[in-house]
Nanobody
């Protein structure tokens, strides 16, 4: 089991920046990929970014590429999502997730591949 807790969400204006954090506890000694997903009202949960356990593979959704940066620190127990040039369409609940079946070297983009999820943090971008 691994427990994930997100923080850092809030209300910002278009063009602003925000940094989300996700703290992991529990089975953090195992290898797993980290992912950020988001879900806007009335929409499916969607992939935002992911990073492999060893950090060599990183991926972003086209909609955030060049604006968002995923990273992990503190012995791989903290995940970050640096969000710049925020747009109203970035408004959503943001979730971090862990993919144990991804192993050490890869990540995945599908919601179904992630076994553990945080409770989410709201990001609202006003125009």
């Amino acid at each position: 089991q691994v427990q994930l807790v997100e923080s850092g969400g809030g209300l910002v204006q278009a063009g602003d920046s925000l940094r989300l954090s996700c703290a992991a506890s529990g089975r953090t000694f195992n290898s797993y990929a980290w992912g950020w997903f988001r879900q806007a009202p009335g929409k499916e949960r969607e992939f935002v970014a992911a990073i492999s356990w060893i950090g060599t593979h990183i991926g972003y959704a086209d909609s955030v590429k060049g604006r968002f940066t995923i990273s992990r620190h503190n012995g791989n127990t903290t995940l970050y999502l640096e969000m710049n040039s925020l747009k109203p369409e970035d408004t959503a609940v943001y979730y971090c997730a862990a993919c144990f079946q991804c192993g050490s070297y890869y990540y995945r983009r599908s919601v179904q591949d992630y076994e553990y999820w945080g409770q989410g943090t709201q990001v609202t971008v006003s125009s």
